[in-house]
């Protein structure tokens, strides 16, 4: 079912007849073909609303345009969304090309595809539609990053075949958690502090400085803490590798850190 699923989304995603529309949404008519370096998130599930209002609480985010592609089961569900500002709706199938052509797919900067099990789905439905989405999403763009979420981690071989950037198993990082804050108490409040824009410390990621090529990771940690009250966590390389606070790392050109703060880094 997946093999032909993945053929059929490699060949849908060769057909680009771009289609120009205009929905009007609070009194303004939305040119759909102006929208640049947006996000694209597709379904609607209790989790849209709370990556919607995480990047509006991001400060390299907050006027970033959203496009939520999704069968919305009533107008209730969007009129708070709209609220937030530049927020924009497509209701239709996410996984049909025309759907995400006209959400602005080949100019967005990312793509999110939620597990969305509305109408009856099942499990398996609801992944086979997110791999869809998410290689048609490629085809269409290879330069979007794409993040789709999976309920079961067997399917997760035709996003890796796809070349889909990232993919989260909601139900296992949830047992993480539990598995975690039993284990060490008083753990929850402090992920709850890192993984979200809202209040305090959180993760940001950003790449080095040219001065730091060549000096080493050990050295960037204590000094990063002074000027800045970041802690360092982590170095991705180049090449994709992600390395967590490793030991004795020299940094090397195209790395990118990974560090602890109340803001991004904003290094000169």
């Known amino acids: 079912m997946f093999m032909g699923l993945t053929i059929f989304a490699i060949f849908a995603g060769t057909v ?5 529309d205009r929905m009007r949404v609070e009194g303004r008519v939305v040119e759909w073909d102006e929208l640049n370096e947006h996000i694209v998130i597709c379904g609607w599930t209790p989790k849209t609303e709370i990556i919607i209002r995480e990047y509006r609480s991001a400060q390299a985010t907050r006027h970033t345009p959203i496009v939520v592609v999704a069968e919305f089961e009533t107008d ?10 530049k927020v924009y709706f497509v209701e239709d199938d996410f996984t049909k090309v025309s759907a995400l052509e006209r959400a602005g797919i080949e100019r967005a900067t990312t793509c999110i595809i939620l597990s969305d ?18 290689l048609t999403a490629e085809k269409v763009n290879p330069a979007v990053y794409t993040c789709a979420e999976l309920l079961n981690r067997s ?4 996003l890796e075949l796809g070349k889909v950037n990232d993919f989260v198993v909601s139900d296992e990082y949830g047992a993480y958690m539990i598995a975690q804050a039993a284990m060490h108490q008083g753990l929850v409040g402090v992920l709850g502090e890192l993984l979200t824009y809202e209040n305090g410390n959180e993760f940001h990621r950003t790449p080095i400085p040219t001065a730091w090529i060549g000096e080493q990771f050990d050295h960037k ?24 606070n490793p030991q004795s790392y020299v940094f090397q050109d195209g790395d990118e ?12």
């Open 117 to 134: 099990l509305r109408g009856g789905r099942s499990e398996q439905d609801a992944d086979a539609r997110t791999i869809l989405a998410a």
């Open 221 to 244: 940690l204590s000094e990063l803490k002074t000027t800045k009250n970041a802690i360092l966590v982590a170095v991705h390389t180049a090449d994709g590798q992600a390395h967590v």
């Open 16 to 20: 680009s007849a771009f289609m120009i």
């Open 76 to 85: 209730a569900d969007v009129v708070h969304i709209k609220e937030m500002g």
């Open 155 to 158: 399917y997760s071989s035709h």
């Open 257 to 268: 850190v990974v560090a602890i703060c109340e803001g991004p880094l904003g290094f000169e």
